[in-house]
C-alpha cells in the first residue's frame, strides 16, 4: 500500500502531462473546428499543403544529415570516453553535458552571434551545425552507455584467439553497440525534425522544418497541427518499437547478432 502512494505523485504527473496532452492531440486531429468528428478531414486538408512537400524535404536532410554528423563524431567520443583512466571520475562526461545546463536560446544566439563574426551566411549548413552542436550529447550519451556495460571479457576472448585489436573494435565492439547507436539515432533524429528555434535563429527564418510548419500551423488550424502532430507521434512510437527490439539485450550487456 505504501508504495502505491509513493507512486501515486508519478501518475499523476504521467496523467496530466503525457496521457492527457496526447489525448487532446487525438481529439483535435479528429474533429473540425466546429468540435464535429471528422477522421480523415485534417489528414486530407494537410495533403493538399502545398509547402508541406518542402518542408517535409528540409526536415529529412536536416535530421539525416544531423544523425550522420553526430554519429561519425560522437562514437569515437564515447568509445574513446570508456577507455579513458581520467574520465573514471566522470569528469570529461561532464564537460559534454555542462553545456546543457545553458539555456538553449541563449546557446543558440551565441551560436548565431560567432557565425556572423566569422561572416558565415546563414542557411541549411548553420542550421544542421546548431542541431549538432544541440544534439550531440543525446548521440553520445547512450552509446557510452552501452559501450560501458559491454563485458570485457568478450574483447579479450577475441584476441585471445587472435583478433587484433581493430577487428575485435569492428566484430565484437562495434555489433554489441548498435543498440545504443539506435538509441541514439532516435534521440537525434525526431528532435531535430520538429524544433523550430533553431531554424528560425540560425537560417533567418529562410527555412521551415515540421516543428515551425507546426508551430505557425497552430495559430490559424488546430486541427492541421494536430492532425501531423499525431502524425509525428505514431512514428515516433514506430521508432521506439524498432529501438526496443534491438535493445532488449541492453541491459544485460548486449550480445553478438
Known amino acids: 500500500m505504501f508504495k502505491k502512494l509513493l507512486a501515486t505523485p508519478y501518475a499523476l504527473f504521467m496523467l496530466l502531462f503525457v496521457i492527457l496532452p496526447i489525448v487532446l ?3 483535435y486531429a479528429f474533429t473540425d473546428a466546429e468540435g464535429a468528428i471528422d477522421l480523415i478531414g485534417n489528414f486530407q486538408d494537410l495533403a493538399k499543403e502545398e509547402s508541406l512537400g518542402k518542408v517535409v524535404r528540409n526536415s529529412v536532410i536536416a535530421g539525416l544529415s544531423t544523425a550522420v554528423i553526430c554519429l561519425v563524431i560522437g562514437y569515437p567520443i564515447a568509445y574513446y570516453l570508456t577507455k579513458s583512466e581520467f ?9 559534454f553535458l555542462v553545456p546543457m ?3 538553449f536560446l541563449l546557446r543558440m544566439m551565441s551560436t548565431k552571434a560567432a557565425l ?3 561572416h558565415i551566411e546563414m542557411g541549411m549548413g548553420t ?5 549538432c552542436y544541440e544534439f550531440l550529447p543525446f548521440m553520445i550519451m547512450p552509446i557510452y552507455t552501452t559501450i560501458q556495460k559491454i563485458d570485457k571479457s ?3 576472448g577475441a584476441t585471445d584467439l587472435g583478433a587484433t585489436p581493430t577487428k575485435a573494435f569492428w566484430k565484437v565492439t562495434v555489433p554489441l553497440s548498435l543498440p545504443g547507436v539506435l538509441s541514439g539515432l532516435t534521440m537525434v533524429v525526431i528532435p531535430s525534425i520538429t524544433t523550430f528555434a533553431v531554424t528560425e535563429i540560425l537560417s533567418n527564418g529562410k527555412l521551415m522544418l515540421l516543428g515551425d510548419f507546426i508551430y505557425n500551423l497552430k495559430a490559424y488550424n488546430l486541427n492541421m497541427a494536430s492532425a ?14 524498432i529501438t526496443n ?4 539485450d541492453e541491459t544485460k550487456g548486449g550480445g553478438l547478432w
Not at 574520465?87 to 564537460?95: E, Q
Not at 542550421?127 to 542541431?131: E, Q, R
Not at 527490439?245 to 532488449?248: C, D, G, I, L, V
Open 116 to 118: 556572423n563574426a566569422l
Open 101 to 103: 545546463w545553458v539555456n
Open 25 to 27: 492531440i487525438a481529439v
Open 154 to 156: 568478450l574483447i579479450e
Open 127 to 131: 542550421v544542421i551545425f546548431g542541431l
Open 245 to 248: 527490439k534491438f535493445n532488449k
Open 228 to 241: 501531423i502532430s499525431l502524425v509525428l507521434m505514431i512514428l515516433l512510437g514506430i521508432s521506439m518499437l
Open 87 to 95: 574520465n573514471r571520475t566522470g569528469v570529461l562526461i561532464g564537460l
